[in-house]
């Protein structure tokens, strides 16, 4: 499981995240939501270490975070940023191999070429494989990110914002995807998602923050109620039922 201990982060006076308790358990889904400047990302970059906190303690398996060598940590724990950088000149076959690279540091085998062939596959990215990033869409680009992360074969996939630029039919294959590979994989999917809809339908626990801290963790039905939902984002929203599905209305 993932066990976040009293995370506190603070730029000059202004806190990001302050007192941050929670445990995220093994398997499913976990969809970090809330408004912009909740501390969402801030909190998923700590439990990657992608930033450090100012206090508190984030273990993954036990292991701390901290201070666990970053090798080690690696094959335990995957991230998606929010923002990825990328050279052009990369095929999309060679981006999703570098997921391979705590195992083998760049030295690939047949069965590191054998997983790579079944990321491309699995996000449906096979035909475009020797093509370049910057020959690719938004939004194929972006699946060739999530590629190289489920290449990397961890239990815990971080994914910060994983929709962004896809567009509505990619949108629900990413997430028909993600929700496969938690239950077929036996993936811990942790992601932060603006979209509280996707939220409800394909997460197993929503996790919701405000103001730098949690104010809310549950299922689904837990927290799809517009009491909560009108606490968390200060603006009227009603939940209508939609084949059986929990759906927040607020446009």
């Known amino acids: 499981m993932i066990e976040i201990d009293n995370i506190s982060k603070q730029y000059q006076t202004t806190f990001v995240l302050k007192n941050v308790n929670a445990t995220i358990t093994k398997g499913g889904i976990t969809s970090i939501i809330g408004p912009n400047g909740a501390g969402k990302s801030t909190l ?35 991230v998606l940023r929010q923002e990825n950088r990328y050279t052009s ?50 939004g194929q680009r972006q699946r060739a990110y999530v590629a190289m992360i489920l290449c990397q074969d961890t239990e815990y996939v971080l994914l910060d914002e994983p929709l962004n630029n896809l567009d509505m039919k990619h949108s629900v294959s990413m997430m028909k995807q993600l929700r496969k590979a938690a239950d077929e994989l036996g993936k811990t999917v942790v992601l932060v998602i603006h979209d509280i809809n996707f939220a409800s339908v394909y997460s197993d626990t929503i996790l919701a923050m405000k103001k730098g801290e949690v104010v809310y963790q549950g299922t689904p039905d837990d927290i799809m109620r517009s009491s909560i939902l009108e606490d968390i984002f200060d603006t009227p929203i009603k939940i209508e039922q939609v084949c059986g599905q929990n759906i927040a209305v607020y446009y």
Do not use: C, M, W
Request: charged content about 30%; hydrophobic content about 40%.
């Open 44 to 78: 998923l970059s700590i439990i990657s270490r992608l930033l450090i906190a100012d206090e508190g303690v984030v273990r993954v398996n036990n292991l701390d975070v901290a201070t666990t060598p970053s090798d080690k940590l690696a094959t335990y724990l995957s």
């Open 89 to 138: 000149r990369l095929t999309v076959q060679e981006l999703v191999g570098f997921g391979r690279y705590p195992y083998t540091k760049g030295r690939l085998n047949s069965d590191d070429h054998r997983r790579i062939a079944e990321a491309l596959d699995y996000l449906n990215l096979t035909e475009f494989k020797d093509r370049f990033l910057d020959e690719l869409s938004g």
